[in-house]
């Protein structure tokens, strides 16, 4: 058991401050989370060592690469929870709610919880604040309180990085297992201007004696990651050459899927997730998991029922809004060209439709230029818009670059209006996607699914 002596000096009373006061916390701080700080773990590294380093408590699964980190992190706590085991999973960014991001199981904490988990931890956070005269970030935080509630509440922990890897707060974890999806162009600002500098920095999850689980193809990159591998003497497992995808076929609301892992090859699987690159994140998962556990037999059962249950919102999910009259609704996060290319041949390729409307809000620092002519392959509609950030960019920008690509572009301010707009001018046959950010697909979710 672990020794909770130190934790025991800071008396954490009887107060319950709840989930509003949380949230009110956190939304001050999403300010500051805007302002460039120097790389750094001091602080969150600070705060778990006062809490008696919960994050070392549990086996781990970490993380990280440019699209699929989510879809990936969730298909693996499913797969660890088909075996009975209790799995606490992390992941960022969230759509509608931030106790999104802190799930056990397939449910994520409700609001009383997290509340409850935010009131055990502030007495922690004024001492430590208090020694480094400086606050932790809002994802430092969020971090802290995963650690702190995952210690005693389940048996394993799946962890999304939330950016980059060397240097994000989620990488004081000790995993056995690291996971690097994909490597692509994508906060380019602060990770590096191209593809081998961000896989430097990604791969700088990879503990030593661990094993790294590589989705990535291009050589290049696999040079850098295993560079980064071999110096901590991690071994690697790679997709194609050790593990990967069989069979991936269309089915109904999903995928039917053979995988192969280091181990075995498994046949007949239904993944209720739409889209190719669907198949690829479930191989990586089920090879993190069957290097997480070797000792354990991942037996069919087991292994079609952690994919049969995967729900990932956002992830092409389609709504059909309450009116039996109005178009289907696809929301998808894709917010870099090369998630947006996965989302365009997806919707090709997997719906039926005569047409599509695109409602479109991009964050500033993306390339709002290369997601626009990805979209432009499905010769759809755009309606430019904004959602409630700073961080957006003018739905100006977006229809400029729009209809330099030869695509109709019309704007409306806010994304209900926006939603609201596509909708009541679909025409028979056609299809709403909402795309472009987190953000966007967020609140209009919120709109259809309130």
């Known amino acids: 058991m672990r020794d909770r002596s130190r934790r025991a000096r800071v008396q954490t009373g009887d107060l319950i401050v709840g989930f509003a006061e949380a949230q009110a916390h956190l939304d001050e701080l999403g300010v500051d989370a805007m302002k460039a700080m120097a790389p750094s773990t001091h602080r969150i590294e600070a705060i778990l060592e006062l809490l008696n380093h919960p994050e070392h408590s549990l086996p781990a699964l970490h993380i990280t690469g440019t699209n699929g980190k989510t879809s990936t992190a969730r298909i693996a706590a499913g797969l660890l929870g088909a075996t009975g085991l209790k799995v606490g999973t992390y992941t960022s960014p969230h759509l509608q709610s931030v106790t ?20 055990h931890l502030r007495p922690y956070l004024g001492v430590v604040e208090g020694e480094l005269e400086e606050r932790l970030t809002y994802f430092e935080l969020l971090t802290a309180m995963f650690f702190l509630w995952a210690a005693d509440a389940v048996d394993v922990v799946v962890v999304e990085v939330g950016l980059g890897g060397r240097w994000d707060a989620t990488n004081v974890v000790r995993s056995s297992v690291s996971v690097v999806t994909n ?18 920095e990604k791969s700088g999850i990879i503990k030593p004696d661990s094993t790294a689980v590589i989705g990535e193809l291009d050589p290049g990159v696999l040079a850098v990651i295993r560079d980064e591998a071999e110096g901590v003497g991690a071994a690697m497992s790679l997709i194609e050459r050790d593990f990967g995808v069989i069979e991936n076929n269309i089915a109904v609301g999903g995928r039917f899927l053979s995988l192969r892992s280091s181990v075995r090859e498994y046949e007949e699987l239904y993944l209720p997730l739409h889209g190719s690159h669907q198949g690829t994140n479930a191989a990586v998962a089920l090879e993190a998991v069957t290097r997480m556990f070797p000792e354990t037999m991942l037996d ?26 109005a178009p289907t609704v696809v929301l998808d996060v894709a917010h870099n060209p090369d998630g947006m290319s996965a989302l365009v041949s997806s919707l090709l390729g997997e719906f039926a439709f005569e047409g599509v409307i695109f409602v479109v809000g991009i964050l500033a620092d993306k390339d709002h230029v290369g997601m626009l ?12 818009t904004s959602a409630r950030t700073v961080r957006s960019i003018e739905p100006k920008e977006i229809r400029d670059a729009a209809e330099a690509l030869g695509l109709s572009c019309e704007i409306k301010d806010d994304v209900d209006t926006a939603l609201d ?3 009541r001018s679909a025409a028979p046959g056609e299809i709403v996607c909402v795309t472009g950010s987190h953000y966007v697909v967020g609140e209009a979710r919120t709109a259809l699914l309130p």
């Open 183 to 200: 490597i692509g162009l994508d906060h380019t600002a602060l990770l590096g201007e191209d593809r081998l500098t961000i896989a430097k």
């Open 100 to 119: 999104e991001r802190i799930s056990l199981g397939g449910d994520h904490l409700s609001e009383a919880e997290f509340g409850a988990v935010y009131d």
């Open 421 to 423: 707009h596509a909708l």
């Open 300 to 325: 069919d059962d087991v292994v079609g029922e952690g994919l049969a249950t995967v729900k990932v919102a956002g992830r092409l999910e389609s709504i059909r809004p309450n009116d039996e009259h």
């Open 373 to 384: 002519a990805e979209l432009a392959r499905a010769e759809g509609r755009v309606v430019a």
